[in-house]
């Protein structure tokens, strides 16, 4: 695949999602922080739902009772905001923005949801809220050429139905967003919305409470080639279902009618937690990794690709390692995958989402495909995986993890040792400066709506890690880079534990520097990297190219990084809100981390993205769906992070 390069045109009419490229000139935005940021906390872990008895027949219609915080209106009276706590917002084109709830219903077994199946009641009556104004329009979802017919609507003008109509929108208080699978159990995702606009009269409705209900039908055949599968062990669907679906008894129900009566055998072919896969040249210096998981506690193993390569069925090598992780997940429990190669020797899987007119820049390297097991992620069986037709039943792809992933960027045996020695080093003891964070923002651009920049998306991150100190760079409040490449460096020695850059980059550049800057870094403990910028992630280059700088920064003997995560292809934000779209991605995995003891920080990235799946498209230009392929761990996926006041040693 070749890799993007260099500047992309920015379009001064359009207000919209924005690549994170570098090269585009530097400015400032007081941003809505806490408007957005009411939205984030898990639906499951909000007051007011609470799951009723199913109707009768049982199993065959499922009731949920939602009850709402009452509404605040912000912003000016021209472009205002109806925020609803435990609500996103939606970001369609032209449309008003319209707070809504994700809900995820666990389904029994052998039913489905069809839209036509969901309905909802109003117990109470609905509040006129006056005084609401003009709602802010989401702008047209991407800026790149060729698609003009998400432009002709992406303003109110584009809608004059819409705004002129008397009647509420949205006309229906529930939507069907997709029905996924995650350890053996089908998900209903359901967007809720507890208000309607009336544009005419700059009005709205809220709704307290809503009953949805949802009529099941029986679910569709499975696809012979890639029947479902279950875990090994009925605790681990409990477990990664555990604050995720807001019907937990129906759970518990679905779990009672499938356990066995007698205690599970162990598997014939042994237990495997955590494993890896790797060419048998580097398995050698992977074994020290696989000691330590064996010390805290798992069952580590390692498969050399060329033994599945050899004898697991599939049509490439990608889907014969990802047929043996099906096996490996039904058969030996497994629950972490490290990737012990750069795309040279151990593939990445390239997912479809068209963005644009070329197919450069609608493919991206994509190994959430080695995470979410369920179907062949591509039933069309034709050259592009991950399309959202691409799912099993005409069903959008899998994007409920199975297994958390994670990649070893290495070519050879001393890279592999170097990588493993920086894990090792990073869990003898919490890191020297291990409460430490360096926030990197810079000055993203002059807009149409205002200057960006992105230090302003850290506000939510400072708000999730308690107990950590702040290091910045930050070009606020000017449109010049007011912090260099040495500044970089400099802070980067200081040996921070988190480091999070919210600016342009490229797959040569982040952070202000470039791979071969790197040399020079000497920071006495391995730092975790968060980056949001475009392509600093881009892994997937041939052997003819350099690895790109997010690879430079695992890769580095001694210093750097013991992990990354990192965009893929293009990074994405709003100009007008910065943290939209990838700046929330990062914002869910820090409070993941910062929330729970000892979260592995592939599962804290793994939960941090499905809290977001209630906003991925299945049209348009589809700026969350692009967000939520990308975003690629470099680094050992069972790596627990270390965090002030949740230390286990
Ligand atoms: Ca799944
Ligand atoms: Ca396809
Ligand atoms: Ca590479």
Not at 5 to 26: I, K, M, N, T, Y
Not at 220 to 245: K, V
Not at 305 to 334: C, F, V, W
Not at 563 to 571: D, K, P, V
Request: overall charge negative; proline content about 10%.
């Amino acid at each position: 695949m070749p890799t993007a390069h260099g500047c992309r045109c920015v379009d001064p009419g359009a207000p919209a999602s924005r690549p994170l490229h570098s090269s585009a000139r530097f400015s400032t935005l007081r941003f809505l922080s806490a408007l957005l940021f009411l939205t984030l906390a898990p639906a499951s872990l909000l007051p007011g739902a609470e799951a009723l008895p199913a109707a009768s027949p049982p199993g065959q219609e499922l009731q949920l009772l939602v009850r709402f915080e009452k509404p605040t209106i912000q912003g000016p009276a021209t472009e205002s905001h109806l925020q609803i706590a435990g609500c996103d917002l939606t970001h369609r084109a032209g449309e008003p923005a319209l707070p809504f709830r994700t809900v995820r219903l666990a389904l029994p077994p052998g039913f489905t949801l069809k839209k036509e199946g969901l309905s909802v009641a109003n117990p109470l009556p609905p509040i006129a809220l006056d005084g609401v104004g003009t709602l802010e329009h989401g702008g047209p979802p991407g800026l790149q050429s060729g698609i003009p017919r998400a432009r002709a609507s992406a303003t109110p003008d584009g809608l004059p139905a819409l705004y002129s109509s008397e009647t509420p929108f949205p006309p229906l208080l529930a939507e069907l967003a997709t029905v996924q699978r995650k350890a053996g159990i089908d998900i209903a995702v359901i967007r809720l919305f507890p208000a309607q606009y009336l544009p005419s009269k700059r009005t709205a409705l809220f709704h307290p409470e809503l009953l949805l209900r949802a009529r099941l039908t029986p679910a569709p055949p499975e696809n012979p080639r890639f029947p479902s599968i279950r875990p090994l062990d009925p605790s681990e669907t409990r477990r990664a279902l555990a604050g995720f679906i807001d019907n937990p008894a129906d759970l518990e129900a679905t779990l009672r009618s499938l356990a066995s009566p007698t205690s599970p055998s162990a598997p014939a072919g042994g237990r495997i937690d955590y494993l890896i896969l790797t060419p048998s040249n580097l398995v050698a210096s992977f074994q020290p990794l696989l000691e330590q998981k064996r010390r805290e506690g798992l069952t580590a193993a390692t498969v050399a690709l060329e033994e599945i390569a050899s004898t697991t069925p599939g049509r490439d090598l990608a889907e014969k390692m990802r047929n043996h992780l099906r096996q490996s997940y039904t058969n030996s429990g497994l629950r972490y995958l490290l990737l012990g190669g750069d795309t040279t020797s151990v593939p990445c899987r390239y997912a479809f989402i068209p963005r644009g007119a070329s197919p450069r820049d609608s493919t991206l390297p994509c190994d959430l495909y080695f995470a979410c097991l369920d179907g062949s992620w591509n039933r069309t069986g034709d050259s592009r995986w991950g399309e959202v037709m691409d799912g099993e039943g005409d069903a959008d792809v899998d994007l409920l993890a199975e297994i958390a992933v994670g990649r070893a960027p290495v070519d050879t045996p001393e890279e592999a040792a170097a990588f493993v020695e920086k894990q090792l080093r990073y869990r003898a003891a919490p890191p020297v400066g291990w409460t430490n964070v360096l926030l990197m923002g810079a000055f993203l651009g002059d807009f149409p709506t205002g200057p960006a920049q992105g230090a302003d998306m850290f506000d939510p991150v400072v708000a999730a890690l308690p107990g950590y100190q702040f290091e910045w760079l930050d070009d606020r409040p000017g449109k010049e880079p007011k912090w260099s490449g040495a500044d970089s460096l400099a802070a980067l020695n200081r040996s921070p534990h988190l480091v999070l850059y919210n600016g342009h980059g490229d797959p040569s550049t982040m952070m202000r520097l470039e791979g071969a800057d790197l040399a020079p870094l000497s920071n006495s403990s391995p730092f975790l990297i968060y980056s949001i910028g475009c392509n600093s992630g881009r892994f997937d280059n041939d052997k003819f190219s350099p690895d790109c700088i997010g690879e430079e920064f695992v890769k580095l003997p001694r210093a750097g990084a013991v992990a990354a995560l990192l965009n893929s292809h293009l990074g994405w934000f709003d100009p007008k809100h910065p943290l939209l779209y990838a700046g929330e991605f990062q914002r869910n995995l820090l409070q993941q981390l910062a929330g729970q003891a000892d979260v592995p920080l592939g599962n804290a990235l793994q939960r941090g993205r499905e809290l977001l799946v209630g906003q991925v498209e299945t049209s348009g230009l589809m700026t969350y769906r692009w967000c939520y392929y990308e975003i690629t761990l470099l680094g050992d996926p069972g790596l627990r992070v270390w965090v002030p006041g949740r230390v286990s040693h």
